[in-house]
């Protein structure tokens, strides 16, 4: 390396150790995007996130035996079509959420909503369909109660739905989903930022690899789509 190259590298290192941390994150996300999660570029594309739902639900087949967890559950807009779209009486549906809003303050790509934000005051969702099964608490509190009926049903599709916003929160889910060692569908609510980064992680933490099989538009900034779902088929590396 010159000594030009050198003094270059130092002046750019002493730059980037100014900026906010927040925005050194999104930085990084929007790099894994482009660099990591290029088949944005060639998987189909819906105009909104339930174009992606249903395409899900076409793939596995709706009368497919499943088991599916959601991680951030808010108002249950996303469990609730779920379950009127999977028929099978045997599927299961369960959904993780404190109830209580955001643990922490969450930088959403430039913007920052505060603790509580989401809350439902505690109240769980009315779904009448008794597949449906809520886990009130953090992940961490309830995993024990989840991760015994993942297991238990490891014969079933798995499909994990990720709205947990938290960069921590969805790396401790898909780090406790490996512990089924299977492939599993995964939707990401929205993926350019916060989980695209967990995502990343955890790929390289536990030897996973993805397919991206399709997203749909989340948001829109200057008539350009700012926000993505996704959703991806996961799959143990083989050695």
């Avoid at 596995?60 to 249950?76: K, L, M, R, S």
């Amino acid at each position: 390396m010159t000594k030009i190259e050198q003094f270059a590298r130092n002046i750019a290192r002493k730059g980037l150790s100014r900026l906010p941390p927040q925005l050194c994150k999104r930085l990084l996300a929007n790099s894994l995007l482009l660099h990591e999660f290029d088949g944005f570029i060639e998987a189909p594309k819906f105009k909104d996130i339930m174009g992606t739902w249903d395409f899900s639900i076409n793939l596995i087949g709706e009368d497919a035996p499943i088991i599916f967890i959601e991680f951030g559950v808010f108002n249950g807009r996303s469990i609730r079509y779920f379950s009127e779209r999977f028929k099978n009486t045997e599927s299961l549906l369960l959904g993780l959420d404190t109830f209580e809003g955001l643990p922490e303050a969450w930088d959403t790509q430039g913007n920052t909503l505060p603790k509580g934000t989401f809350s439902t005051d505690g109240k769980l969702p009315d779904i009448k369909d008794k597949r449906v099964c809520f886990f009130k608490g953090l992940f961490q509190e309830t995993v024990s109660q989840w991760m015994n009926i993942l297991l238990d049903h490891n014969d079933k599709v798995l499909i994990a739905h990720f709205d947990a916003d938290l960069y921590s929160s969805t790396l401790f889910g898909l780090t406790k989903i490996a512990a089924t060692g299977k492939q599993f569908y995964c939707i990401f609510d929205e993926f350019y930022g916060d989980e695209c980064r967990a995502f990343s992680d955890f790929k390289s933490a536990y030897h996973y690899n993805s397919q991206l099989l399709a997203s749909g538009a989340r948001g829109y900034s200057n008539g350009e789509v700012s926000q993505r779902n996704a959703l991806f088929l996961v799959s143990p590396k083989v050695a």
